[in-house]
């Protein structure tokens, strides 16, 4: 804490030698900006910055490709680009150095604009410090458990609305044979998404809303990360794996965990679907039902010692302040950007629903 701000100041980045606002009432004049009218510009600013921020992921994945694509081919890379019909044609080499770039802007960028705007908070150090050692050595094999959980409930959602007449259709590639090729699979499926993902949405986004409340921070970083989800299905597993990620990034102080459960689980997906490729369908399903009662009991049983030795497991900073978190999340939803994201959720994920009869 900075001894020349006060906790209020510090905590709203209000400069401490400027002039006090001032607000006009009807009837009363000019009055000095109340305790709360300063929270709540300061929590709009900060909505605003997170809102723009996912609407600019939303554009660069969509406007990104073609650019890397022209610079990779213009690099030398195997791509042919038809100039009639704009159809490309890359090896899988280059199709995987794409989808890593893509990756890289498209999930960099917007985390570096929320840095830059919430600089004065600290930057990546904060949240990439060393972990809370008791909360990290269990909180990993927690949410490999939980990971595995919410791939489940994800499934059971599927087949709900297979049963009532939706198909989503999915679009997924398989890992390639060649070594050298597999390598930058795993690292565009896994390392790289798996790392930039925390980077946003459990460091920066959460990072920056933790001033108004742990709660808060929680709840507008596992929207965020859900509406930003290609299809149903994921934003199923996003929204049940969002708060437990976020919960833990809060609980160990760092976003190492959250990393290291997220790249095992991506690497874990990318071994099974590996099974369904070159072993009989029996034999994967039979592969998958083991690790996943067995990452199931483990979490289970560490979830169980973690509550029962931890008095204040689920007492995490949840202050109103100066707002209640109820005034909060209605800021939030009532924001204007709220909803465009909302309706870019709903545009992107359109074209994978089929509805049959």
Not at 84 to 100: C, G, H, P, R
Not at 184 to 197: G, I
Not at 212 to 229: E, H, M, N, P, R
Not at 230 to 252: C, E, H, N
């Amino acid at each position: 804490m900075d001894p020349n701000y006060d906790e209020h100041e510090q905590r709203f980045s209000t400069p401490p030698q400027a002039p006090k606002q001032v607000t006009y009432v009807n009837g009363l004049g000019f009055l000095p900006e109340t305790p709360q009218q300063a929270e709540h510009k300061a929590l709009t600013i900060q909505y605003n910055i997170l809102l723009f921020s996912t609407l600019l992921l939303f554009f660069l994945r969509a406007v990104s490709f073609a650019p890397i694509v022209n610079l990779l081919s213009l690099c030398g890379l195997d791509i042919v680009i038809n100039p009639l019909t704009n159809v490309v044609t890359m090896s899988i080499v280059s199709a995987q150095m794409v989808e890593i770039l893509t990756n890289a802007v498209y999930l960099g960028l917007p985390a570096l604009v929320i840095l830059l705007f919430n600089r004065r908070m600290g930057g990546v150090g904060r949240f990439l410090s060393k972990p809370n050692v008791g909360t990290t050595r269990y909180s990993v094999l927690i949410l490999l458990g939980t990971g595995i959980m919410a791939y489940l409930l994800s499934r059971i959602f599927v087949g709900v609305l297979q049963a009532g007449g939706v198909i989503l259709l999915q679009d997924q590639a398989q890992p390639p044979a060649n070594l050298g090729a597999f390598v930058l699979y795993f690292v565009s499926s896994a390392l790289v998404p798996a790392f930039l993902e925390e980077i946003l949405f459990r460091g920066a986004v959460l990072h920056a809303m933790r001033r108004f409340g742990d709660i808060i921070a929680i709840a507008v970083s596992t929207v965020l990360y859900t509406l930003v989800q290609p299809s149903v299905d994921k934003m199923v597993y996003a929204f049940i794996m969002g708060l437990a990620l976020s919960y833990f990034t809060v609980r160990s102080g760092s976003i190492w965990s959250p990393i290291a459960a997220s790249v095992t689980l991506k690497s874990l997906f990318i071994v099974l679907s590996l099974l369904n490729v070159y072993f009989p369908e029996d034999f994967a399903a039979k592969v998958f039902c083991l690790i996943a009662a067995g990452l199931l009991l483990l979490a289970l049983f560490l979830f169980t010692w973690f509550v029962r030795n931890d008095d204040l497991a689920f007492q995490i900073y949840s202050e109103d302040t100066y707002l209640t978190n109820r005034a909060k999340i209605k800021t939030f939803v009532s924001n204007f950007g709220f909803w465009m994201v909302v309706v870019l959720a709903f545009l992107y994920i359109v074209p994978y629903i089929q509805i049959i009869g």
